[in-house]
């Protein structure tokens, strides 16, 4: 077999075997198959796409690449969530608790946050003590006992799809559905949970802009776990503005605390109890009324706070802080934006406001850049609300002052106004199962 016959036959948008699937990825990932010859292979997937047969063949080829999770130990049925990224979604950091707080369990391995989306595992760290590294009979055994563990992705999780990742990145290739959907599986996958949920966010803050595109990712990546036998829900929802009135680390942990008490903003809190629905449905836990109702009492009891502290505390962190969230120390340095007009916030280009979250501090440019957990945007006034001259539109944090002026030149660019009120996306868009798609 040779590589010139794969590219050549997909290329002519022929279905590929297994076969040849297998042997173009693991012979890349070998180093026997040069970057060049690879970069043809995934531009020919880019304009020919896949079927779904053979993109559950990549993936699988892309999961068994490296470590796979072994989640047998940990009892009951395993249910994980992914988001496909935005700007302050913490939503892991209340779904978790809330889920656990409801007999449900979540063997979580979150990543970091590069470029503008923030990564659970970084803010986690913002939290005293709390490490996210764990051996594997401290894991299954704090799972076992609390119902939830975040922890960090092994190094070698499908190792494929990093080497694939750093050669799309370099030829424009990084945009394809079908290869965003392998990539993001085959991490899934190996991760070993029962059953998945998947957040797939749309608009000027998340990968997928258009609702179209999103609902073909969300139907591949559908494809992708029942094929691999797990049973697979993706959610559609909004990030045509940020998530929240929080992006940073200390603040975003902050206000998934103040949501963990009833509190919090409520388009967050919809989404959150929304999440937490669908994976105590899918781990068996009761019908769509019963699981509404557990959650709704986990956190009017405090149970779901008190598994939060209590994970925490499993993980070496300073419980105390989930219950005193003012312990968390304030940024040295911060700055308003004010409104400039009459009118409302017609638009708000969301990937703009988390790239203002980076330069500040809070996220990172590069895998060696460092995080200020101090930094971050508090949004007082999103897409739709009502704004007169000199209202309050954000507040800016950050430990280095540097930072201000380009921030809020960058920040002050991301807002539109205009004389009539917009049309805002619901924060819940679509569901999309193995039967087909709920539109909302």
């Known amino acids: 077999m040779r590589i010139y016959d ?19 990825i693991n012979g890349f990932v070998a180093g026997e ?28 080829c892309m999961t068994e690449s490296g470590d796979m999770a072994d989640l047998s130990r940990i009892q009951g049925i395993k249910v994980d969530k992914h988001s496909t990224g935005g700007v302050g979604d913490k939503t892991t950091l209340v779904v978790g608790p809330l889920v656990a707080a409801c007999g449900g369990k979540v063997a979580k391995m979150s990543g970091r946050g590069l470029g503008f989306t923030g990564g659970t595992i970084d803010k986690l760290e913002s939290i005293p003590g709390l490490a996210t590294a764990m ?17 960090g992705q092994s190094a070698n999780i499908a190792p494929a799809d990093k080497k694939l990742y750093a050669l799309r990145d370099v030829t424009s290739t990084v945009d394809s559905i ?3 959907a392998a990539s993001i599986m085959s991490k899934k996958l190996a991760a070993g949970s029962d059953k998945i949920v998947l957040d797939v966010t749309v608009g000027s803050g998340a990968f997928m802009k258009s609702l179209d595109d999103a609902l073909l990712l969300a139907e591949k990546m559908v494809a992708i776990g029942e094929g691999a036998g ?62 509404a109702s557990l959650v709704k009492s986990a956190i009017d009891e405090g149970r ?21 969230p003012e312990k968390f120390r304030k940024a040295i340095y911060e700055m308003k934006l004010i409104s400039p007009v009459d009118g409302f916030v017609t638009h708000m280009d969301t990937e703009a406001c988390g790239r203002t979250a980076v330069i500040l501090g809070a996220g990172r440019e590069n895998k060696e850049s460092g995080i ?9 006034k999103k897409t739709g609300d009502p704004i007169r001259q000199g209202d309050v539109l954000a507040r800016l ?22 004389a009539e009120k917009p049309q805002r996306m619901k924060s819940v868009l679509a569901s999309v199962t193995k039967d087909g798609i709920q539109r909302y």
């Open 33 to 60: 198959i040069p970057d060049y010859q690879m970069a043809a292979f995934l531009m020919a997937i880019y304009f020919q796409g896949m079927t779904d047969r053979e993109l559950i063949e990549m993936t699988k």
């Open 230 to 291: 797990k049973e697979t829900v993706a959610i559609l929802t909004d990030m045509d503005v940020p998530l929240g009135e929080a992006v940073g680390n200390d603040i975003e942990i902050i206000e998934a605390i103040q949501t963990l008490q009833g509190g919090g903003p409520e388009d967050f809190r919809r989404i959150c109890q929304t999440f937490s629905i669908a994976m105590l449905m899918l781990g068996g836990i009761g019908d769509e009324k019963t699981c």
């Open 397 to 418: 944090y950050t430990s280095r002052e540097e930072t201000l002026q380009e921030g809020m030149k960058n920040l002050s660019a991301a807002y539109s106004f205009g």
């Open 178 to 180: 079908p290869l965003i």
């Open 135 to 151: 051996d594997e009979d401290a894991f299954f055994e704090t799972v076992n006992d609390l119902g939830l563990a975040i922890i």
């Open 372 to 380: 200020d957990s101090r930094a971050g945007i508090r949004f007082y």
């Open 6 to 24: 794969v590219i050549d036959k997909k290329k002519k948008g022929m279905e590929l075997t297994e076969e040849e699937i297998y042997f173009a």
């Open 304 to 324: 779901a706070l008190d598994k939060l502290a209590a994970m925490v505390e499993r993980q070496g962190g300073d419980s105390s802080y989930i219950y005193h």
